[in-house]
């Protein structure tokens, strides 16, 4: 990913990618205090868009301020720079990953001449999952390792080091055959994937848990909203690994797994054990609206050009 043509936005100016790179002794690199975003930019008949922008910025700058980050740029700094990204890398549709890191001007956990870094780099990239998961759903196993505490980890912020356990999990499902991790609470409650938010269908009401160890998704709001709009009820309660199993359907979302339907959770299959009714309607909708398709919430789309 590092070799390759085209720019990034680096504390305040675009430089070559091969040439954005940092020290050995950054920081975040050695401690993990940091916070990003995952964008996504989608084709639309009137050129790329990007979905969400200032709701990602939002979140990247509440991330910065939980941790006690000083942001050296504003929003707006922020939005115009994600857009000019995109555009001075010739992007239809790709991903978009904001970083903001302490530098390496000093280290150990005391340094106190620390200078907070921001990068933002745009490229073309497909399906998370791989475009099987989206057609026919995914197989997940329960992840040995729990969720954050709320009072270990700042749940609301999207922080670097928060990845740790996202990656043991993810592993550790991966190394058992599975394609994902569903992670539990320290009560043994859903919470969510490792890099996704989770819903279940049942009854024809949706479910989803309730934002206390889980990131506060924009996709799981984006989909909160479609879905009510849609007509269908959407209740936010802590829900059981038994109350997956015995779903009708569930699925996943995420900027970068969109919806992502769950057919298997530990050996037991979800409903029929393919893509049901409610998830697949979303999931239209959802791309539906990513791509600029429908009438409804066009101040969702950031248009590039
Ligand atoms: N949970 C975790 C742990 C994540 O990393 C992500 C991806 N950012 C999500 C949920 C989904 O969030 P979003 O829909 O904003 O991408």
């Known amino acids: 990913l590092a070799e390759r043509d085209g720019v990034i936005w680096f504390d305040g100016e ?46 990247l700058f509440n991330s910065a301020h939980i ?23 010739g992007l239809e549709s790709g991903y978009i990953r904001p970083i903001c890191f302490y530098g390496a001007e000093g280290l150990g956990l005391r340094a106190d001449n620390l200078r907070v870094h921001v990068a933002i780099a745009a490229w073309s990239w497909g399906a998370y999952l791989g475009d099987e998961a989206i057609r026919h759903g995914i197989r997940v196993k329960t992840a040995s390792f729990t969720r954050h505490h709320v009072n270990i980890a700042m749940c609301r912020t999207k922080a670097v080091g928060n990845y740790i356990n996202s990656m043991l999990a993810l592993q550790e499902a991966i190394a058992c055959g599975y394609d994902e991790a569903l992670l539990l609470d320290v009560d043994g409650f859903v919470a969510e994937g490792s890099g996704e938010n989770v819903f279940l269908v049942h009854g024809g009401r949706i479910y989803t848990p309730e934002l206390t160890s889980a990131l506060n998704g924009i996709t799981r709001q984006t989909v909160i909203t479609l879905a009510r709009e849609a007509g269908y009820e959407v209740i936010e309660k802590r829900i059981t690994r038994d109350e997956v199993y015995i779903a009708d359907e569930a699925f996943f979302t995420g900027t970068a797994a969109e919806v992502t339907p769950i057919r298997e959770l530990d050996g037991r299959t979800i409903g029929e054990g393919r893509p049901g009714p409610v998830t697949r309607q979303l999931q ?13 919430h066009p101040e969702w789309l950031t248009h590039v050009r």
């Open 14 to 59: 675009m430089v070559p990618w091969r040439e954005a790179r940092v020290h050995v002794l950054t920081h975040t690199l050695h401690y993990g205090l940091g916070v990003f975003e995952g964008i996504r930019v989608y084709a639309t008949d009137r050129g790329p868009a990007i979905f969400r922008l200032r709701e990602h910025t939002e979140r």
């Open 67 to 89: 941790l006690g980050m000083p942001m050296p740029y504003d929003r707006d700094t922020i939005n115009a720079a994600t857009i000019e990204c995109v555009r001075a890398n």
């Open 284 to 296: 239209s909708i959802y791309f539906d609206q990513v791509h600029g398709r429908r009438n409804t």
